[in-house]
């Protein structure tokens, strides 16, 4: 994989996927696995994290990432798009159920570990925390604030990430992925988020040193949420459903 700039990609026709370049982002990696799982082939396209991304925004409306364009139509930003997306236009087997009760429960899972609030977010809280980005002066103020980073938030995260890990953990007993018997999207969502907590080894995770600091569970409530059976199941998720070694080229 390589990243194409915006003026790069905004040429090009089909499937383009903007990324933050050069780190194992929770988001973009799903994206990534999701698309993978479906066999699309994507471009691409080099976002800066936490950067002014003008020239991103000016062609999608958005600064942050991932973000999927195909063709002229508008951008899809949200995890819950991108994966819809993927669902009806790509090959291989679904990864959300069609019975309606069933894809209830599996996108309740999807939103608990993706979703505005869930488990990435809430653990983001944590760590932008640690950067100062709840402080007014700060220089990630303005992320910090787009990303919900408050004092009370920050506080309030240990907990009701190890709660959120709980529920994970729990869906586990007796079943091979969380939603049952077969691959399906919140295993790969639960795949890209662990890294954010407990990072998968330098020798198939190439992160940038900055992140070896930053993506770590934080609190002793958090390490003692990320029970054996979670990281085994992410392990094998992503030795045998997504592949390693991660692919995202330094920027
Ligand atoms: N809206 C997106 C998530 C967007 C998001 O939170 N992006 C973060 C991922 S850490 C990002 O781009 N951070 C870097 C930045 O803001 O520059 C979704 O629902 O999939």
């Excluded at 992320?143 to 959120?164: D, F, I, K, L, S």
Aim: charged share 15%; proline share 8%.
């Amino acid at each position: 994989m390589r990243y194409h700039a915006v003026a790069e990609a905004r040429a090009l026709p089909g499937v383009r996927l903007v990324l933050t370049a050069g780190v194992p982002g929770p988001w973009g990696e799903s994206a990534k696995a999701v698309l993978r799982h479906h066999r699309i082939g994507f471009a691409a396209v080099a976002q800066e994290a936490m950067g002014a991304n003008a020239e991103l925004a000016a062609w999608t409306g958005c600064r942050n990432a991932p973000q999927l364009v195909v063709d002229d139509l508008p951008a899809l930003t949200g995890w819950h798009d991108i994966l819809a997306w993927a669902e009806r236009h790509g090959a291989g087997a679904p990864l959300l159920p069609a019975a309606p009760a069933a894809r209830a429960d599996a996108l309740g899972l999807c939103a608990l570990i993706a979703g505005p609030d869930g488990l990435g977010w809430t653990h983001r809280v944590s760590i932008m925390a640690g950067m100062g980005a709840h402080a007014a002066g700060s220089p990630l103020a303005s992320v910090g604030r787009a990303y919900g980073c408050t004092q009370a938030a920050a506080a309030a995260a240990p907990t009701r990430v190890a709660a959120m890990l709980g529920v994970l953990d729990a869906r586990l007993a007796g079943r091979a992925f969380l939603g049952g018997d077969t691959l399906g999207a919140a295993d790969l969502y639960w795949a890209a988020f662990s890294n954010m907590l407990s990072p998968l080894p330098r020798d198939v995770n190439p992160m940038p040193e900055m992140l070896w600091r930053l993506y770590r569970p934080g609190s002793a409530e958090v390490d003692a949420a990320l029970t054996p059976a979670l990281l085994a199941h992410r392990d094998r998720v992503w030795r045998d459903h997504i592949g390693l070694p991660l692919d995202y080229p330094a920027a």
